[in-house]
């Protein structure tokens, strides 16, 4: 009994502290740079999209709300021909972030995407596709992967020897 | 007392109760974010003042669905009940001097009558709703209602016998000198807890327990019906705080600077705001708890109660004599 | 069976099996590369090391590869044995050290037997961090796209198109670490079976280039069990689906037919669902808005069905149901075969002998399993591009098991001894056709004679089996080659006699039918296969309706017909004026079609029928085998839909019935049976609509489909309600019984943690063996043990070279023969130019070298054609490609004059 009166006594002093709330729109917040937020896609450092249509991002989601269809340049280069995210179902967990192989797909500290209408919240490639790199920066997926797309000839990327010669007899 | 004031009487108690009790969504509010280090409704008019506005308009706009697998009629007239009767025992309440609708001489009796009328409302809302949780909720809410009742008029007997009145205004009058809360701290203390569960209010909100049984005996109710339990709810917060007020802090006597009235308000606000600090701080006790609390400690506590209280008042006329 | 331990637990296993095929039969998982159970083992790749102990008392073991070890009585493995499952790792961190970073950007991904391995070793960190080897890619063809860089040297590429499939031009190049894998040179692949390569290589080196174009991973495909449409085998494969599109067909293994592979026509055919001379809406022809809705359709079907003679045209390459309702339709009386009476006669006697029930017809399966095959007048590499696969490892698998018999150390399953036990031997196969097939280098005797001479070198054989039967006159060496073909028919246990229709010879057809029924006579199991032209010409000849000639006879007679034309190009299957004729005729014509083409084109109205992948139906092949084909996906145009449901719908609005009752496939199939007894016991060829596990219907999409909240997003943020399939026990979503399905509902091969084609191992009873509770089809002719049917014995007329008069064939082709699978834009790309082909000696006759025009008179239209000169073919004869686009119908088996330099400037 004398427990619970203490109880009440002591909330009843929470009258006098510090307020939690912020009054935000006219007080911002303070995000930290990893916030899981707006989710945006990133291009390399030769400003190229980051985005070659993997699909993982898509497969990761827990709410199926990535739709992309990949395709290919004239030489080779896989992008998204349509990405597709209905904001209206994500649940900004950033597994996609997690999944995504080359550093596309970034999720980032910017939450003020509110509509009035819902089918405003369906976001095409030309409203996630930022110009910047994003969170990390320098990392350019084609000049690592063994395919040629277009960005470096077979053996030009890293840590690649030249093309094998299938005529040579040396050892 | 004119017919004309009488009237005027009834409908300015029924405005202001309403407004009160519609207040009371803001206060609540507000009161319960500052306890937790929030601010609460802050944006829609003064102080967010205006959000009793908004959510009125809300419930009155909200789709009032019927599910098509209750009991339609006892549905709709189960809300009806609990308003109905808590306002009906506002009747018996001495507001000020002469401000009172009816001075009954059965007053208390009168007040506990309507208040057990109210359980009709869970039971047959809970019932007609055709779902197990309001089911269970409504057994919940019977059950808690008979147990709490029977001390609940006990603990004021205390009252009763050293005014030898169940007249309201007697009770107030005789409190000139000393509030009973001073003579009766017993009775006080045990009127507050089964007030605070007949009005099924924190901790004691056992019949409609979200986290165990959704909404309880209103989880299929919605729109101004879910309205109806809404003001009922608060309603009967003041209902018990006005009485409360009357029965043990001397209802509206106070020092002359200022009316009798407004000491009424403002010790009835005080006991609001304890409602309101209730459920801030304290949790919910689980149900069986509760009713062998009741069954098993505060009734044999109110029967010592009356017991003593009887023997005390017979001693002391027993002297005079 | 034999008791062996692994890991210290007993198991009873079969013999004769290696112990990586009995790990995986038991269901213990063991990584392997270069074992497939197709092409065998050959312990290249060391991937699948297990510990292998003497006896009970052997704590050290040894390491050994799972898969060259052969099962014994008591052997003693461990599997789990710590230092096989580092062995296991090292190898493929070794593998994977000159892999690139390639998996988000290869079409193996996600489907890769590679990524399966490496998880299953616990290989999941590189170490190595030098510098890695590449390699330049070919160009291979328009099927196939080439990534050396990700090859890991596993050889299963090479033995499979090489060795399996007898391809010349993909072979391993260069030495030690540097080999490769390709042609000689870029080009496109030559095997019509290079399409397996994307299967067969565990990682990404080959992969689809027609998936590659609309790319969508294994698990974001909505997959239904098919039927391939493309030739009359009836292939089992898997149809993918996403927006609509059909994105790639993958094998469905099955131990009767397929088996592992498919042929390119079958794998990359599909595009023609996706073509954009698809039919989509209704239309009523002359009227100023063509294109109508299904209420206004109706309006107009309900004028033009009542008061009218109907008579319905039927096809071979539409489903049972759809003929079957057609039939009804229109009625038994008016329903008439959308085929040329050439074709039909021919038909009509292949259903003949195969409803005597005496000879049982030949399953690719037991083609494989024979060791005595006579191909008699059918190019079955063109026809039957699957069968021909079957019937070239019958001759491999023959000639290994002759070679065993001397030597009974080696195992079967040991591809490499046993590679080098039979170097050249054959396996017996007398390949006897018209001209040169790929088949004639593993055949050990190969006749070219014209058809005639076909089926008299077919009766002189039947007379070699039997003396009773007539005698035919032959010359002296072709009598040695028939003393010789049917020394080999009788002394081989399980011979299979293989003719077919595309030589429009009747006689070779009892010829063939003689042979087996000879061969049966002398005690042997012999089967008999006939090659139809197309998926459901078996199907429609067992209606045994009268032929598209009779229907114009009867059109010129009568006034007031409605002709009701079934998903066929008539103008494919008859002359042009024949088809013209027919159109003049009649009052009124509906016709029903997935593409547009010249019969569209006549049609009053037109009707869009759903193609394999938008609608269920049931194709009888070759073997009289009624299999079913489930919807892939639900068009977006709410009028395409199949042809028996519109059929339907036609027979309500007839009658004048507005509340038309719901049929499902199997209703369909039901009435058929009542209508057609010979169709007895269709309607079960595949569970029933209402089929269900546990109460759950079967999901079409695996657990792992992605997007369902944004893929139609753009068009309205609420999702639709997935839409509903009533004709089959699948449904639209990934939602359902997520266990293993019964085998004729397989919708895709997945198992955890074997997400690649390799899958199927986990469906298999055994490792390469039936699937579980394998349901293929149903059979529709009944074998008779004891049938004494009568032997044919009118013999045609040996074969007279004229003058200046040849006699036309048809030479198809895999690549452009075939209507529906020439909408692909690979296959038009590979299908020949119109040619004419002529011997040697005829074109010296008439002065004519390789590449010259000619002019070809086939009734009374002139031809300009290239000339080709075919060493080959016997004199008399010419060859003209068939069914390729914008080629008229030839007077096939008629004869032509040619007309040497009019096409000259």
Redesign the interface.
């Known amino acids: 009994m004398l427990s619970?009166i203490r109880?009440?006594w002591?909330?009843?002093l929470?009258?006098f502290?510090?307020?939690?709330?912020i009054?935000y729109p006219e007080e911002k917040v303070d995000l930290h740079p990893r916030y899981r937020g707006r989710i945006v896609l990133t291009k390399d450092p030769d400003g190229g999209e980051r985005c070659?249509?993997?699909?993982?991002c898509?497969?990761a989601?827990p709410?199926?709300?990535?739709?992309?269809?990949?395709?290919?340049d004239e030489y080779g280069r896989?992008y998204p021909d349509f990405f597709?995210?209905?904001f209206?179902?994500c649940i900004f967990c950033g597994f996609c972030e997690d999944a995504c192989?080359?550093y596309a797909i970034q999720l980032i500290p910017d939450f003020e995407m509110a509509e009035y209408n819902?089918?405003n919240?369906?976001f095409?490639k030309e409203d996630l596709l930022i110009d910047s790199q994003g969170k990390y920066p320098g990392y350019n997926?084609y000049r690592?992967?063994?395919?040629?797309?277009g960005v470096k000839k077979?053996?030009e990327?890293v840590?690649?020897?030249?093309?094998?010669?299938?005529?040579?007899?040396l050892? | 007392m004119t017919t004309t004031q009488q009237i005027w009487i009834v409908i300015g108690v029924l405005f202001v109760l309403l407004n009160i009790a519609a207040g009371l969504i803001w206060v609540e509010r507000r009161l319960l974010a500052l306890w937790q280090d929030r601010l609460g409704p802050n944006r829609a008019g003064p102080l967010g003042i205006l959000i009793v506005l908004a959510d009125t308009l809300k419930l009155f706009f909200k789709e009032d669905w019927i599910p098509p697998f209750a009991d339609k009629w006892i549905f709709v007239t189960a809300p009806a009940i609990v308003v109905g009767s808590v306002l009906l025992s506002f009747v018996i309440i001495p507001f000020a001097p002469g401000i009172v609708v009816a001075d009954l001489n059965i007053g208390i009796i009168f007040f506990l009558a309507m208040s057990s009328l109210g359980v009709y409302s869970i039971v047959l809302g809970g019932w007609a709703s055709n779902n197990k949780y309001a089911l269970l909720g409504a057994l919940r809410g019977a059950s808690q209602m008979i147990a709490y009742e029977v001390f609940m008029g006990l603990s004021l007997m205390g009252v009763v016998m050293l005014t030898g009145s169940f007249n309201l205004g007697d009770i107030v009058m005789a409190q000139q000198h000393l509030w009973y809360v001073v003579t009766q701290p017993v009775g006080f203390i045990i009127f507050l807890i089964a007030g605070v569960a007949e009005t099924h209010r924190l901790p004691f909100d056992i019949p409609e327990a979200e986290s165990e049984l959704i909404a309880g005996y209103h989880a299929e109710y919605s729109g101004m019906k879910f309205g109806m339990f809404f003001i009922g709810e608060y309603l009967g917060i003041t209902l018990i705080s006005a009485m409360i007020v009357t029965l043990f802090f001397g209802g509206w006597l106070g020092p002359s600077f200022l009316p009798p009235l407004a000491w009424f308000a403002i010790k009835l606000f005080f006991f609001i705001g304890l409602f309101i600090l209730l459920r801030a701080s304290l949790p919910r006790p689980r149900y069986d708890q509760l009713v062998s609390y009741g069954w098993k400690i505060l009734l044999p506590l109110v029967l010592a109660n009356v017991l003593i209280t009887g023997a005390v008042a017979l001693w002391l006329r027993g002297v005079r004599l | 069976m034999s008791t062996i331990y692994i890991d210290n637990k007993t198991y009873e296993v079969k013999q004769g099996k290696n112990l990586l095929e009995a790990c995986l039969g038991l269901g213990i998982d063991v990584p392997y590369f270069c074992w497939h159970p197709a092409l065998g083992s050959v312990g290249a790749c060391r991937q699948c090391a297990v510990k292998v102990f003497k006896d009970e008392n052997d704590t050290h073991g040894k390491l050994m590869m799972s898969c060259m070890e052969n099962i014994k009585e008591g052997l003693r493995v461990s599997v789990a044995d710590k230092t096989a499952q580092a062995f296991r790792s090292q190898v493929i961190e070794w593998l994977m050290t000159n892999h690139p970073h390639d998996c988000p950007v290869c079409d193996e991904g996600g489907s890769c037997h590679l990524q399966d391995m490496t998880v299953m070793t616990g290989h999941d960190y590189r170490r190595y961090h030098f510098k890695k080897r590449t390699y330049t890619n070919q160009y291979l063809g328009p099927f196939i796209h080439h990534e050396m860089n990700r090859c890991i040297q596993c050889y299963r590429c090479v033995r499979y198109y090489h060795d399996y499939a007898g391809g010349k031009d993909l072979n391993v190049f260069a030495a030690h670490n540097h080999v490769y894998f390709g042609r000689e040179w870029d080009g496109v692949l030559q095997s019509p079976f290079s399409g397996n390569l994307a299967e067969v290589c565990p990682t990404g080196v080959f992969t689809d280039k027609t998936l590659r174009e609309h790319y969508t991973r294994k698990w974001d495909l909505t997959t239904a069990p098919s039927v391939c449409q493309h030739c009359s085998v009836g292939c089992n494969t898997i149809a993918g689906e996403r927006y609509e599109k059909v994105r790639c067909i993958t094998n469905r293994f099955n131990s009767q037919i397929n088996g592992y592979f498919l042929c390119d026509r079958g794998r990359f055919g599909y595009e023609f669902v996706n073509s954009a001379n698809r039919i989509t809406q209704p239309l009523v022809r002359h009227q100023a808005v063509e294109a109508v809705d299904e209420a206004t359709l109706m309006g107009h079907m309900r004028k033009l069905l009542s008061g009218q003679t109907l008579i319905g045209i039927g096809s071979p390459r539409a489903s049972v149901e759809s003929n079957t309702a057609l039939m009804q339709l229109v009625g038994r009386e008016n329903f008439y075969q959308g085929i040329s009476d050439n074709v039909g006669f021919i038909e009509r006697r292949i259903v003949e002998v195969m409803q005597t029930g005496a000879v049982q017809p030949a399953s690719l399966q037991d083609i494989q399993q024979s060791d005595a095959i006579l191909v008699l007048g059918e190019d079955i590499w063109n026809t039957a591009p699957v069968m021909a696969l079957s019937v070239r490892q019958s001759v491999l698998k023959t000639a290994a098991h002759q070679a065993l018999e001397h030597n009974e150390g080696i195992p079967m399953w040991h591809d490499a001894a046993i590679h080098e036990l039979v170097q050249h031997e054959k396996g017996f196969l007398a390949n006897c056709t018209i001209s040169a097939s790929p088949l004639d280098e593993i055949s050990t005797c190969v006749l070219r004679h014209a058809p005639d001479d076909l089926a008299r070198l077919g009766f002189a054989i039947a007379h070699q089996l039997n003396g009773w039967l007539p005698r035919v006159l032959v010359d002296e060496d072709t009598l040695a080659y028939i003393i010789d073909i049917a020394v080999f028919l009788q002394q081989a246990k399980r011979p299979v006699i293989i003719s077919g229709t595309s030589c429009y010879n009747e006689a070779l057809i009892r010829a063939a039918f003689d042979i087996a029924v000879a061969c049966k006579a002398t005690g042997n199991e012999v089967r008999l296969a006939y090659v139809m032209p197309e998926c459901n010409s078996m199907g429609l000849a067992m209606m045994q309706a009268p032929s598209f000639e009779s229907a114009v006879l009867r059109t010129t007679r009568e006034k007031n017909i409605t002709a009701i034309v079934l998903e066929n190009d008539l103008y494919r299957n008859v002359p042009a004026l024949v088809a013209d004729l027919f159109f003049n005729s009649v009052e009124h014509c509906i016709v029903l079609d997935s593409l547009n083409n010249p019969t569209t084109q006549q049609a009053d109205i037109l009707i869009p029928a759903a193609t394999f992948a938008e609608g269920d139906g049931t194709l009888v092949n070759y073997e009289g085998r009624a299999q079913r084909f489930f919807q892939v996906f639900m068009p977006g145009h709410t009028t395409l839909r199949e042809s028996w449901k519109w059929l339907l719908k036609m027979k309500a609005v007839r009658a004048g019935d507005t509340n038309n009752g719901v049929y499902h496939p199997e209703d369909v199939l039901a009435q058929a049976e009542q209508l057609l007894p010979q169709f007895a016991g269709i309607s079960d060829s595949a569970p029933h609509h209402d089929f269900r596990i546990n109460g759950q219907a079967l999901p079409r999409e695996p657990h792992r489909y992605s997007g369902r909240t944004a893929m139609l997003s753009n068009l309205a943020v609420s999702e639709p309600k997935p839409k509903q399939d009533d004709d089959s026990p699948f449904s639209f979503t990934m939602e359902g019984y997520p266990g293993m399905p019964p085998s004729p509902l397989i919708p895709f091969f997945w198992s955890p943690g074997w997400n690649s084609i390799q899958a199927v191992n986990k469906y298999q009873q055994e490792p390469g063996g039936a699937l579980k509770n394998e349901q293929a089809g149903k059979l529709l002719f009944a074998y008779i043990p004891d049938a004494k049917p009568g032997y044919f014995k009118d013999i045609p007329e040996a074969f007279v070279v004229r003058n200046n008069k040849w006699l036309l064939f048809p030479q198809y082709h895999l690549f452009g023969s075939e209507e529906l699978s020439a909408y692909a834009e690979g296959v038009r790309e590979l299908s020949p130019e119109p040619y004419v082909a002529l011997s040697a000696n005829d074109a010296a006759q008439l002065g004519l070298g390789h590449g010259q025009t000619v002019t070809v008179k086939v009734f009374e239209q002139a031809y300009d054609l290239q000339v080709q000169i075919d060493s080959s073919l016997p004199n008399g004869l010419v060859l003209i490609p068939a069914g390729l686009q914008n080629m008229p119908v030839m007077n096939w088996n008629g004869y032509v004059s040619l007309i040497k330099g009019s096409g000259k400037p």
């Not at chain 1, 502290?17 to 709330?21: A, H, L, N, Q, V």
């Not at chain 1, 070659?52 to 993982?56: A, M, Q, R």
């Not at chain 1, 709410?63 to 290919?72: G, N, P, R, S, Y």
């Not at chain 1, 840590?159 to 005529?167: F, I, K, L, R, Y």
């Open positions: 619970h109880t009440m002591l909330v009843f929470h009258l502290r510090k307020k939690e709330t009054e070659v249509g993997c699909y993982l898509a497969v989601c709410v199926d709300c990535i739709a992309l269809q990949a395709t290919e896989r597709r995210i209905n209206s179902r192989p080359t819902r089918q919240l369906v095409e997926f690592v992967a063994g395919l040629e797309a077979k053996g990327g840590n690649e020897e030249a093309p094998v010669d299938v005529h040579s007899l050892p």
